[in-house]
């Protein structure tokens, strides 16, 4: 199975500030990569697909970017709505594989 | 939309059977998955099924003991458990994808449904 190695597990920042959080493949998977955010008690949302592709209605402050294996999810201003754990999950080989998930908080 | 139905509390060993109504989009166009999160954890994918039905696909922790399903005249998703583990107690959630024949992008989920297996 691919690995998926994310990181931080945690984060704490201020309002406003670029929160940065990356995911590492266990081997190449091309850009087959999403990002979720799951809030407390609800149900995952897909912000981000193919590793950069913004899905329509999510704030343009959320944006993906890739490097090879690693690949990088950034919040270029954090708003107090964005409290949430995020996940990375790759769609190259069966088994469909998340991230650990990063847990950003208000500091 | 999707709502899922079915979870509850079950025994080790024994069946549950989980169901996602779907509405607002052509049925037999997407694929759909399970995902489940055990309690405090992160999201594992569990299952799916292709669009058209015909292709079905599981991770190795479940096959032979899960079966995806889907009935196109009731716009439904079925996950039947069998065998349960106390390691299967989680959130499941029913997941359309963007594509219609493989696990790929997870762009709309339903509100999950608990399952606890224990005795």
């Known amino acids: 199975d691919i690995q998926m190695t994310q990181s931080p597990s945690s984060l704490s920042a201020s309002v406003g500030d670029r929160v940065t959080i990356t995911c590492q493949a266990s081997?190449?998977?091309?850009?087959?990569l999403n990002w979720y955010q799951q809030k407390p008690g609800k149900a995952p949302k897909l912000l981000i697909y193919?590793?950069?592709i913004l899905k329509t209605g999510v704030p343009s402050r959320f944006s993906g970017s890739e490097s090879g294996t690693d690949f990088t999810f950034t919040i270029s201003s954090l708003q107090p709505e964005d409290i949430a754990t995020y996940y990375c999950?790759?769609?190259?080989?069966?088994?469909?594989?998340f991230g650990g998930g990063t847990k950003v908080e208000i500091k | 939309q999707l709502v899922e139905s079915g979870g509850g509390l079950v025994q080790p060993g024994g069946s549950l059977r989980l169901s996602c109504a779907a509405s607002?989009?052509?049925?037999?166009?997407?694929?759909m998955n399970w995902v489940r999160q055990a309690p405090g954890r992160g999201l594992e994918w569990v299952s799916a099924?292709?669009?058209?039905?015909?292709?079905?696909y599981y991770t190795d922790s479940v096959k032979a003991r899960f079966t995806v399903s889907k009935d196109k005249s009731k716009n439904t998703l079925y996950l039947q458990m069998d065998s349960l583990r106390a390691e299967d107690t989680a959130v499941y959630y029913c997941?359309?994808?963007?594509?219609?024949?493989?696990?790929?992008?997870?762009?709309?989920w339903g509100q999950g449904t608990l399952v606890t297996v224990s005795s």
């Open positions: 099924i292709s669009g058209s039905g015909k292709t079905t």
């Open positions: 081997q190449d998977i091309s850009n087959y």
């Open positions: 997941a359309k994808d963007t594509i219609g024949s493989y696990p790929c992008s997870f762009d709309y």
């Open positions: 193919d590793a950069s």
């Open positions: 999950q790759q769609y190259d080989k069966l088994p469909v594989t």
């Open positions: 607002g989009f052509t049925f037999s166009t997407y694929a």
